[in-house]
Protein backbone atom coordinates (compact mmCIF):
# COMPACT_ATOMS: atom_id res chain seq x y z
CA UNK A 1 0.00 0.00 0.00
CA UNK A 2 2.40 2.50 0.85
CA UNK A 3 4.45 2.01 -2.49
CA UNK A 4 1.43 2.58 -4.49
CA UNK A 5 0.90 5.77 -1.99
CA UNK A 6 4.81 6.90 -3.22
CA UNK A 7 4.01 6.05 -6.86
CA UNK A 8 1.16 8.58 -6.69
CA UNK A 9 3.43 10.81 -5.19
CA UNK A 10 6.30 10.76 -7.62
CA UNK A 11 3.92 10.96 -10.43
CA UNK A 12 1.83 14.09 -8.86
CA UNK A 13 5.00 15.74 -8.63
CA UNK A 14 6.00 15.05 -12.40
CA UNK A 15 2.61 16.05 -13.37
CA UNK A 16 3.36 19.84 -11.18
CA UNK A 17 7.10 20.22 -12.60
CA UNK A 18 5.45 19.24 -16.52
CA UNK A 19 2.53 21.83 -15.92
CA UNK A 20 4.91 24.41 -14.53
CA UNK A 21 7.33 24.00 -17.34
CA UNK A 22 4.28 23.89 -20.12
CA UNK A 23 3.54 27.26 -18.52
CA UNK A 24 6.72 28.70 -18.82
CA UNK A 25 6.90 27.83 -22.54
CA UNK A 26 3.62 29.06 -23.13
CA UNK A 27 5.23 32.42 -21.81
CA UNK A 28 7.96 32.43 -23.68
CA UNK A 29 5.96 31.50 -27.27
CA UNK A 30 3.15 34.01 -26.44
CA UNK A 31 6.19 36.53 -26.30
CA UNK A 32 7.76 35.48 -29.47
CA UNK A 33 4.49 35.95 -31.18
CA UNK A 34 4.04 39.67 -29.75
CA UNK A 35 7.87 40.39 -30.92
CA UNK A 36 7.33 38.84 -34.13
CA UNK A 37 4.15 41.05 -34.68
CA UNK A 38 5.78 44.14 -33.51
CA UNK A 39 8.35 43.68 -36.49
CA UNK A 40 6.15 42.65 -38.81
CA UNK A 41 4.14 45.49 -38.29
CA UNK A 42 7.09 47.80 -38.50
CA UNK A 43 8.14 46.22 -41.63
CA UNK A 44 4.73 46.69 -43.15
CA UNK A 45 4.99 50.15 -42.31
CA UNK A 46 8.46 50.87 -43.54
CA UNK A 47 7.66 49.16 -46.97
CA UNK A 48 4.10 51.51 -46.87
CA UNK A 49 6.70 54.75 -46.57
CA UNK A 50 8.90 53.35 -49.49
CA UNK A 51 5.46 53.85 -51.42
CA UNK A 52 6.80 53.10 -54.77
CA UNK A 53 4.66 49.71 -54.12
CA UNK A 54 7.65 47.52 -56.01
CA UNK A 55 9.22 44.71 -54.45
CA UNK A 56 13.09 43.88 -54.88
CA UNK A 57 11.87 41.10 -57.32
CA UNK A 58 10.13 43.54 -59.46
CA UNK A 59 12.93 46.04 -59.66
CA UNK A 60 15.39 42.94 -60.81
CA UNK A 61 13.26 41.89 -63.00
CA UNK A 62 14.52 41.62 -66.69
CA UNK A 63 12.96 43.61 -69.09
Known sequence: MYWFLLFLAVV???L??????AMKLWGQVKALTRELVAAQSKLDAAQ?????GHTREDVHAPA
Not at 16 to 21: N, T, Y
Open 48 to 52: SEAGS
Open 12 to 14: AVW
Open 16 to 21: LVLALL
